[in-house]
């Protein structure tokens, strides 16, 4: 018996419907939709009524000032966008390949993994593929997570949040993440004896919004003892402007331990002597589970293996479609 083909080969979809999709949900309107893609309104009316009986849906709602996508609509809208930016990075890799290059791959992690574990792999990669195309970008898992899903970024490190569906992911953990109070070096705080969590309620803090993660644990861990938590605060995640603002004042912030130590060797900050009863949930390597990986992802996931052996001292087990990047040679020029 044979097989029934898939949908987008029996109604022959073309990458135009694809393209027409996306522009149509920012333009809004068939006419400037059509406009953007230098095509006449009939034939991009034609695109989208083919592609609706091909699915036996309907896309769009046909409203007096324009077109606004159903639930399939919009479905189908996310789906696009994907597709488009796959072919994107299908083009990009090849033009890298076809000039000798491996890549490129982009990496998204929160602030102890480009502390420690990204910088490490990434040198490593670099002395043994200088032709080795790499991005990084440096956010909270949040954003990070819509990245990965949307195909922004190829890897993450960080944690699972929210109501995002953790089936279409792998996570692979990696190890807990310790906080530190700091300070700016001089500060009054560092040269007082016996100091305690509740000394530091009535200071003025510069902490990461409310909702967030480590906020959120912040705050527990004065309820824990009894304390009311602070009530003098700035919200703030960027960590050059939190760093200045210790430097102009007696505050005091809240950050990853890795990176509080990387500031205080720079001399920017002084960690203050005292352990706080905090720390972050273990975050992890995420992957997306419908991605077949690139030569150049393999060695990167290869290095990021490594990197974290040494720094954390664990051994990540890659899913068998990820593993086996050491054997990848450098592709030739076409």
């Known amino acids: 018996m044979r097989n029934t083909p898939p949908w987008f080969i ?38 989208i009524k083919d592609l609706e009986a091909s699915l036996g849906v309907p896309l769009f709602e046909r409203l007096p000032r324009g077109m606004r996508p159903t639930w399939y609509g919009e479905a189908m809208i996310r789906h696009a966008r994907e597709a488009l930016a796959a072919l ?77 569906d953790a089936s279409l992911l792998h996570y692979i953990p990696l190890v807990e993440e310790p906080v530190a109070a700091i300070v700016r070096p001089g500060h009054p705080l560092l040269a007082a004896p016996g100091l305690r969590l509740a000394d530091l309620t009535t200071a003025r803090w510069v902490l990461p919004p409310p909702g967030s993660v480590l906020r959120v644990r912040f705050e527990q861990m004065f309820h824990a003892q009894g304390i009311a938590p602070p009530e003098d605060i700035i919200d703030a995640t960027a960590l050059i402007f939190v760093t200045r603002m210790l430097e102009e004042s007696d505050a005091l912030a809240v950050i990853a331990h890795a990176a509080a130590r990387y500031y205080e060797r720079a001399g ?36 990021l293996t490594e990197a974290a052996r040494e720094i954390y001292g664990v051994s990540l087990t890659l899913p068998p479609a990820f593993a086996g990047g050491a054997g990848v040679g450098k592709p030739a020029p076409a």
């Open 10 to 47: 029996r109604g022959r979809l073309k990458p135009r419907q694809l393209l027409l999709l996306a522009t149509l949900a920012e333009a809004g309107t068939i006419h400037r939709a059509a406009q953007a893609l230098n095509m006449t309104q009939p034939a991009a009316t034609k695109l």
């Open 88 to 164: 994107a990075r299908a083009e990009e890799e090849i033009g890298a390949l076809r000039a000798g290059h491996l890549g490129p791959v982009r990496l998204g992690g929160i602030t102890e993994p480009c502390v420690s574990l990204l910088p490490r792999a990434v040198a490593a990669l670099k002395a043994r593929h200088p032709e080795l195309r790499i991005a990084v970008e440096l956010e909270t898992s949040d954003v990070l997570l819509r990245r990965l899903l949307g195909g922004r970024i190829d890897v993450m490190i960080g944690r699972i949040l929210g109501d995002v």
């Open 268 to 303: 920017v900050v002084r960690i203050l002597p005292l352990t706080l009863p905090c720390t972050m949930d273990t975050f992890g390597l995420i992957l997306r589970r419908d991605r077949i990986p690139s030569p150049a992802l393999r060695l990167v996931l290869a290095a």
